[in-house]
């Protein structure tokens, strides 16, 4: 049929742009026709449906329910005949599935709906005789009644089902997903934190938008419909009214806005005439120009391949068809704008002639205005509200829009089969229907999805603290399986303490590393934005199994944070910051905790030295190297390497190095080769114990070793050189006891053994208790370093047999700052009242040494007035004043020492059993401050047969501040 060949073309041009599409008008050229003309309609509906098209069918003569038409006549009757065109079920869609061959979502019609909810409600205020003459009242009851009914038209709000809600909280929807990503994407909330807070947000939104209270749903200035209500300027404000003007930011001002254009537009529909009508018509065909925008966000305009059809059954003039076609054509000239709908009309032959037939719009009977004022006033509002009707082309009789086909007597007979149906227009997809459809977002999501969920696990994977898609990226995680540590430097909210358990009583040390970490992240909350920034770099992981806290590194920063706490308490310096950095177990990854200090260091001026670094290791040259490379001075308490002072300037360190250690322990070398044990023998045999392991870094025990060739066997010592020398492995951080086997064998099995232990603490009481199995009847003499000061031997560690010497880098009865005991009372969680120097608490001294080297740093930085970390290296280096500390005087006026560190703290302690009741008992042999000339002590000022109450007594009888032995 050349009709339906005249539709597909206009298809076809509708695939490629916006056409022009009239209205067909079918009509047959005698009266005797109309019912076949009529057939002809039904049989372009059939095709167009077989094809794919959505179609709308009005049939202004089919019975239905019966409706008051109200003022208007057949403008009225036009405008009802559209209040079910508003749901996607007239066009041929079903709610699920969708209609079979129709491509793309349903048709929605939010503005018509809009328009259809306000006819109603004015309807309903009308026949309940809520009308009031005041406009203020009746402005109130029509807003009442649209609340009631939700904003919807009453048939909608009847249904009230979930997808016609889900359907119309698009805008709330899409402003709380931006909002809950946006909530989720804060880098300080971590993964759960954040969807949490996402979930609880999208649920207060839905409740404040499914529970119906106030006078409005959830946002409703900000739907599209309303924006359209607001803007559009078909519907002028009348004149002496504030203009209306919604915003995100003004809800209240967008809702009076809203509220009162609805009561302007209810007066229009309740008047009736071409404005009521024109008005349906405008939001149907705005709803169908949206549905078909090809630059929306979905691209629907590219997808929808086919206009919308709407047909129009036997129209005349006194059912409302005839007004509904002139409306269409008057709002099509009068906007000037193109929009998708095509309408196919039948009207009978002898209605046609209506359909160009004057149209004047109803005068509205109202009072004459008793002045010239108020008159001109009436004129001026009736002119803006006829301005509309004046314009429509079909007021002078005539309907440009339409497309009048009279359908000669041959052409209405019924067609064959065959002829019937015509070619469909080519409906080849387009891209976007394949690039930016639901099935490609859901692949792209999906996708997406797939690749967020990686990147997160990578980012668990790789680093210690992540959010959602964040991470804290100063720290790391370093390692596999169960001995990963975390690395680096703690600027967020890291604790490497965190899952530690409380601290136990009779635990040493009595508190917790994240103890500590708390205390310093409260100090540094309250230091201020001017503060300068320290930071210590220990080893603050412990080993694979041990769910304690890494002894140094609790013991060290503990001392920090008391330097910290301590230094800032004055007022009249400036403030000092802590930042705390991982190296890993035994600092096996300091090189990498030094890369990310120095890249902290580039972005916070603040940073102006680290302190830390106490344990040696082959690694710890090249990390000073790297700290160096970035002018960061480093002060160490408890490193005694003797090769790191020279080769880098930017070392300090207050630890008395191994090689003055070892000379210092000669005199009790010389005291064991004379003495003869309990048997009467005085030939000793003299075995050096070294540390190996696969891959091991650990630098200190190789120079303990050299120390202890050099200065303890051979020449004056009395001890001969080593018998043997034996190397044992470490693993899982345990010794192996082959070693012990063996060196119990060297020598005659009567002899007293010297064992020489370049090891570390840890090694030493496997070690000993090894020596009491295995050479019972044999006394065991060993000597060993500093490193033992972190020991903790249990009582059944140490068997009678086995005596053992070591150094250590504090004597804390040498000299000691009263202070520091009292506000290490007051400030470190777990410490007895009443402590002093030997308290197991700060035995060690290393407390004290990195408490002191915290201080030394501090007071450089202050004097540097915190500007960075070159001028506080300046006033390190320049050393002119000596501070009195925990550990005696400290300072770097003459640093480093060409013959060792003379300047240096440092003790001799024996450990061994009571022989009066077999305890275990640690008595100091002598000691010196820090910040005296070099010491060479004899066996007079260290006897190692002293006695406990003798230690005891000097200890008592010693004038504060002296020098020598204890």
């Given at each position: 049929?050349?009709?339906?060949?005249?539709?597909?073309?206009?298809?076809?041009?509708?695939?490629?742009?916006?056409?022009?599409?009239?209205m067909?008008?079918?009509h047959?050229e005698?009266s005797?026709?109309?019912?076949?003309?009529?057939?002809?309609?039904?049989?372009?509906?059939?095709v167009?449906?077989?094809h794919?098209?959505?179609?709308?069918?009005l049939?202004?003569?089919a019975?239905?329910?019966?409706?008051?038409?109200?003022?208007g006549?057949?403008r009225?009757?036009?405008?009802?005949?559209?209040q079910?065109?508003?749901?996607?079920?007239a066009?041929?869609?079903?709610?699920?599935?969708?209609?079979p061959?129709?491509?793309y979502r349903r048709?929605?019609?939010?503005?018509?709906r809009?328009?259809h909810a306000i006819?109603?409600?004015?309807?309903?205020?009308?026949?309940?005789?809520?009308?009031?003459?005041?406009?203020?009242?009746?402005r109130r009851?029509?807003v009442?009644?649209?609340?009631?009914?939700?904003?919807?038209?009453?048939?909608?709000?009847?249904?009230?089902?979930?997808?016609?809600?889900?359907?119309?909280?698009g805008?709330a929807g899409?402003?709380?997903?931006?909002?809950?990503v946006?909530?989720?994407?804060?880098?300080?909330?971590?993964?759960?934190?954040?969807?949490?807070?996402?979930?609880?947000?999208l649920?207060l939104?839905?409740?404040l938008?499914?529970?119906?209270?106030?006078?409005?749903?959830?946002?409703?200035?900000m739907?599209?419909?309303?924006?359209?209500?607001?803007t559009?300027?078909?519907?002028?404000?009348?004149?002496?009214?504030?203009?209306?003007?919604?915003?995100?930011l003004?809800?209240?001002?967008?809702?009076?806005?809203?509220?009162?254009?609805?009561?302007?537009?209810?007066?229009?529909?309740?008047?009736?005439?071409?404005?009521q009508?024109?008005?349906?018509?405008?939001?149907l065909?705005?709803?169908?120009?949206?549905?078909?925008?090809?630059?929306s966000?979905?691209l629907r305009?590219f997808?929808?391949?086919?206009?919308?059809?709407?047909?129009?059954?036997?129209?005349?003039a006194?059912?409302?068809g005839?007004?509904?076609?002139?409306?269409?054509?008057?709002?099509?000239?009068?906007r000037?704008?193109?929009?998708?709908?095509?309408?196919?009309?039948?009207?009978?032959?002898?209605?046609?002639?209506?359909?160009?037939?004057?149209?004047?719009?109803?005068?509205?009977?109202?009072?004459?205005?008793y002045?010239?004022?108020d008159?001109?006033?009436?004129?001026?509002?009736?002119?803006?509200?006829?301005?509309?009707?004046r314009?429509?082309?079909?007021?002078?009789?005539?309907?440009?829009?339409?497309?009048?086909?009279?359908?000669?007597?041959?052409?209405?007979?019924?067609?064959?089969?065959?002829?019937?149906?015509?070619e469909?227009a080519?409906?080849?997809?387009?891209?976007?229907r394949?690039?930016?459809?639901?099935w490609?977002?859901?692949?792209?999501l999906?996708?997406?999805a797939?690749?967020?969920?990686?990147?997160?696990?990578?980012?668990?994977?790789?680093?210690?603290?992540?959010?959602?898609?964040?991470?804290?990226?100063d720290?790391?995680?370093v390692?596999s399986?169960?001995?990963?540590?975390?690395?680096?430097?703690s600027t967020?909210?890291?604790?490497?303490?965190?899952?530690l358990?409380?601290?136990k009583?009779?635990?040493?040390?009595p508190w917790?590393?994240?103890?500590?970490?708390k205390?310093?992240?409260?100090a540094?909350?309250?230091?201020g934005?001017?503060?300068?920034?320290?930071?210590?770099?220990?080893?603050?992981s412990?080993?694979d199994?041990?769910?304690?806290s890494?002894?140094?590194?609790?013991?060290?920063?503990?001392g920090?944070a008391l330097?910290?706490?301590?230094?800032?308490?004055?007022e009249?310096?400036?403030?000092?910051?802590?930042?705390?950095?991982?190296g890993?177990?035994d600092?096996?990854?300091?090189?990498e905790?030094?890369?990310?200090?120095?890249?902290?260091?580039?972005?916070?001026?603040s940073?102006?030295?680290v302190?830390?670094?106490?344990?040696?290791?082959?690694?710890?040259g090249?990390?000073?190297?790297?700290?160096r490379?970035?002018?960061?001075?480093?002060?160490s308490?408890?490193n005694?390497?003797?090769?790191?002072?020279?080769a880098?300037?930017?070392?300090?360190?207050?630890?008395?190095?191994?090689?003055?250690?070892a000379?210092?322990l000669?005199?009790?070398?010389r005291?064991?080769a004379?003495r003869?044990d309990?048997?009467?023998?005085?030939?000793?045999?003299?075995?050096?114990?070294?540390?190996?392991?696969?891959?091991?870094k650990d630098?200190?025990?190789?120079?303990?070793?050299?120390?202890f060739?050099?200065?303890?066997?051979g020449?004056d010592?009395g001890?001969?050189?080593?018998?043997?020398?034996?190397?044992?492995?470490v693993?899982?951080?345990k010794p192996?006891?082959?070693?012990?086997?063996?060196?119990?064998?060297?020598?005659?099995?009567?002899?007293?053994?010297?064992?020489?232990?370049?090891?570390?603490a840890?090694?030493?009481?496997?070690?000993?208790?090894?020596?009491?199995?295995?050479c019972?009847?044999?006394?065991?003499?060993?000597?060993?370093?500093?490193d033992?000061?972190?020991?903790?031997?249990?009582?059944?560690?140490?068997?009678?047999?086995?005596?053992?010497?070591?150094?250590?880098?504090?004597?804390?009865?040498?000299?000691?700052?009263?202070?520091?005991?009292e506000?290490?009372?007051?400030f470190?969680?777990?410490?007895?009242e009443?402590?002093?120097?030997?308290?197991?608490?700060?035995?060690?001294?290393?407390?004290?040494?990195?408490?002191?080297?915290?201080?030394?740093?501090?007071?450089?930085?202050?004097?540097?007035?915190g500007?960075?970390?070159?001028e506080?290296?300046f006033?390190?280096?320049?050393?002119?004043?000596?501070?009195?500390?925990?550990?005696?005087?400290i300072g770097?006026?003459?640093?480093?020492?060409?013959?060792?560190?003379?300047?240096?703290?440092?003790?001799?302690?024996?450990?061994s059993?009571?022989?009066?009741?077999?305890?275990?008992?640690s008595?100091l042999?002598?000691g010196?401050?820090?910040g005296?000339?070099?010491?060479?002590?004899?066996?007079?000022?260290?006897?190692?047969?002293?006695?406990?109450?003798?230690?005891e007594?000097?200890?008592?009888?010693?004038?504060r501040?002296?020098?020598?032995?204890?």
């Open positions: 049929m050349g009709i339906q060949a005249r539709i597909e073309g206009l298809v076809r041009d509708f695939r490629g742009g916006e056409p022009l599409v009239p067909f008008v079918l047959a005698e005797a026709g109309d019912e076949r003309a009529n057939r002809i309609l039904d049989d372009v509906l059939a167009q449906v077989d794919g098209a959505r179609c709308a069918v049939d202004p003569r019975p239905g329910p019966e409706q008051p038409i109200g003022p006549g057949d009225a009757r036009a405008a009802l005949l559209l079910g065109i508003d749901t996607p079920r066009w041929g869609d079903s709610e699920w599935p969708r209609m061959g129709v491509p048709y929605r019609f939010p503005r018509l809009l328009v006819a109603d409600a004015v309807r309903e205020v009308d026949q309940q005789g809520e009308a009031r003459v005041d406009p203020a009242a009746e009851a029509l009442e009644q649209l609340a009631r009914q939700r904003w919807r038209p009453r048939a909608a709000h009847r249904r009230n089902s979930l997808g016609e809600r889900l359907s119309e909280a805008t899409l402003l709380a997903a931006v909002l809950a946006l909530t989720a994407l804060l880098p300080l909330f971590e993964a759960p934190i954040a969807f949490s807070v996402a979930c609880g947000f649920m939104l839905a409740v938008y499914f529970v119906p209270v106030g006078r409005a749903p959830l946002l409703l200035w739907r599209r419909e309303s924006r359209w209500f607001l559009t300027t078909f519907l002028l404000p009348v004149q002496g009214r504030q203009s209306y003007e919604a915003g995100l003004h809800p209240f001002r967008s809702w009076r806005s809203v509220t009162e254009r609805a009561a302007d537009v209810a007066g229009s529909l309740r008047d009736g005439g071409n404005a009508l024109q008005l349906h018509v405008l939001a065909l705005e709803d169908l120009r949206d549905a078909h925008r090809r630059w966000w979905d305009g997808k929808r391949l086919r206009p919308p059809v709407l047909f129009l059954r036997r129209a005349d006194s059912d409302g005839i007004a509904l076609l002139q409306a269409i054509s008057d709002v099509r000239t009068v000037s704008e193109l929009d998708p709908l095509l309408v196919v009309a039948s009207v009978d032959a002898a209605d046609v002639e209506g359909l160009d037939e004057r149209r004047v719009p109803d005068p509205v009977e109202r009072p004459a205005p002045d010239f004022a008159r001109l006033a009436r004129l001026h509002e009736d002119w803006e509200g006829a301005l509309r009707a314009q429509s082309p079909s007021s002078s009789g005539t309907v440009p829009w339409a497309l009048r086909i009279a359908v000669p007597a041959a052409e209405l007979e019924p067609p064959v089969q065959q002829v019937r149906w015509c469909r080519a409906a080849r997809p387009r891209a976007a394949v690039l930016w459809s639901a490609a977002g859901i692949v792209v999906g996708v997406a797939g690749l967020l969920i990686s990147y997160q696990a990578d980012l668990a994977d790789t680093y210690c603290r992540t959010g959602l898609f964040s991470a804290d990226r720290t790391e995680l390692g399986g169960a001995t990963r540590e975390c690395i680096g430097l967020g909210a890291v604790r490497f303490g965190a899952g358990p409380p601290a009583k009779g635990d040493t040390p917790r590393l994240e103890d500590v970490e205390r310093i992240a409260d540094n909350a309250k230091a934005a001017h503060a300068f920034t320290v930071v210590y770099a220990g080893p603050l412990t080993a199994g041990d769910n304690s890494p002894v140094k590194g609790a013991e060290e920063l503990a920090v330097a910290q706490h301590r230094f800032n308490a004055d009249g310096k400036t403030k000092m910051r802590v930042l705390v950095a991982n890993g177990v600092m096996g990854h300091q090189t905790m030094a890369r990310r200090i120095v890249a902290y260091a580039r972005r916070d001026p940073v102006v030295g302190v830390g670094l106490g344990r040696n290791t082959t690694d710890t090249k990390a000073v190297g790297i700290l490379d970035a002018q960061l001075p480093v002060v308490g408890t005694s390497s003797e090769a790191l002072p020279g880098y300037r930017n070392w300090y360190s207050l630890a008395a190095n191994d090689d003055w250690q000379r210092k000669a005199v009790i070398a005291q064991l004379g003869e309990r048997a009467g023998r005085d030939t000793r045999t003299t075995v050096l114990l070294t540390r190996s392991g696969p891959g091991t630098q200190y025990t190789k120079d303990q070793a050299d120390a060739r050099k200065h303890l066997t020449g010592t001890l001969d050189k080593p018998s043997r020398e034996l190397t044992y492995q693993s899982g951080g192996a006891a082959s070693v012990v086997d063996t060196a119990c064998k060297v020598g005659d099995e009567r002899d007293p053994l010297v064992v020489l232990v370049a090891g570390r840890e090694d030493l009481p496997p070690l000993t208790r090894r020596f009491g199995t295995v019972a009847g044999r006394d065991i003499s060993v000597i060993t370093g500093d033992v000061s972190k020991a903790h031997f249990p009582q059944e560690s140490l068997p009678a047999n086995v005596t053992i010497y070591h150094s250590t880098l504090v004597d804390p009865w040498a000299w000691y700052d009263a202070a520091f005991y506000e290490a009372q007051s470190l969680p777990g410490i007895p009443g402590i002093g120097p030997g308290d197991d608490a700060l035995a060690s001294g290393q407390t004290a040494l990195a408490h002191d080297a915290t201080w030394a740093l501090a007071e450089a930085a202050d004097k540097a007035e500007r960075g970390p070159a506080t290296w006033w390190l280096a320049k050393g002119e004043d000596t501070i009195t500390k925990a550990t005696g005087d770097f006026a003459h640093y480093p020492q060409a013959e060792g560190h003379g300047a240096q703290s440092m003790a001799m302690w024996r450990v059993r009571s022989p009066e009741d077999g305890k275990l008992e008595v042999l002598c010196i401050k820090a005296h000339e070099d010491w060479m002590p004899d066996a007079g000022d260290c006897p190692i047969d002293k006695t406990a109450e003798e230690a007594k000097e200890r008592g009888g010693r004038v501040g002296g020098a020598g032995c204890a």
